[in-house]
């Protein structure tokens, strides 16, 4: 059973910093690429960023120069950086991972729990 378990989220002021982490468990598999979303009370769910099996990375034009999207493949977690928040990043952030499962010799897409994020001013 592959779990993708997030941690990293909670209360901060603006221009303060927070890194969400989402790894990755079960036996024998490993993150392809992934993605972070977040959704804020009342509004459509947004992809924030993304880092693909070689490494390159996509930005939401928001969150450029602020968030760094970064990979651990020993540890099977890719962290999001997150520097001088704003209030507008509060949100329940998720992370979306494509997973092989060399048990299965397949891939498979998964979802985090999510993590609250919240930027006072």
């Known amino acids: 059973q592959v779990q993708l378990v997030e941690s990293g989220g909670g209360l901060v002021q603006a221009g303060g910093s927070l890194r969400l982490s989402c790894s990755a468990s079960g036996n024998s598999v490993s993150i392809i690429a992934m993605d972070w979303y977040r959704q804020a009370p009342g509004k459509q769910r947004e992809l924030v960023a993304t880092i693909t099996s070689s490494g390159s990375t996509n930005y939401v034009d928001s969150v450029k120069g602020r968030f760094t999207i970064s990979r651990d493949n020993a540890k099977n977690t890719v962290y999001l950086q997150m520097n001088s928040l704003k209030p507008e990043d509060t949100a329940v952030y998720y992370c979306?991972?494509?997973?092989?499962?060399?048990?299965?010799?397949?891939?498979?897409?998964?979802w985090g729990q999510g993590t609250q994020v919240t930027v006072s001013s």
């Open positions: 979306n991972a494509d997973v092989w499962e060399t048990y299965y010799s397949r891939s498979h897409g998964y």
